[in-house]
């Protein structure tokens, strides 16, 4: 992404997943919308339970400074890519994290 862009965290339920960079806020709230970005989160797990239900609500709000921090220093570590990064806010079951902590 470019430096007109801001850092969102996508929340089910309420609670902070997925941080990741949109244009706008309504960019945002689109991303959160996608039926295939629901349908993947449905199938990953932390600590054995599901990080998504079919019928969770997604939605986004402007990062936090620590989430901004997590979000930057993953991009730092992760291999470089035109695609764009999305950084996960909890522990995944099967995945190996690069840093989730900013410092």
């Known amino acids: 992404m470019t430096k ?3 850092t969102f965290v996508l929340e089910i339920d309420g609670k902070p997943t997925l941080a990741f960079e949109a ?3 309504a960019e945002a709230h689109e ?5 295939d970005l629901k349908a993947d989160l449905c199938t990953l797990t932390s600590a054995g339970i599901p990080i998504c239900a079919d019928t969770a609500a997604l939605s986004a709000r402007p990062a936090k400074r620590r989430e901004i921090a997590s979000f930057q220093r993953a991009v730092q570590l992760a ?3 035109d695609e764009p990064t999305m950084v996960f806010l909890v ?3 099967g995945v190996v ?5 900013p410092e």
């Open 79 to 81: 291999p470089a890519s």
């Open 23 to 25: 244009r706008s806020v």
């Open 97 to 101: 994290v690069v840093a989730i902590d």
């Open 31 to 35: 991303i959160c919308s996608d039926p």
């Open 91 to 93: 522990n995944l079951d």
């Open 4 to 6: 007109q862009t801001q």
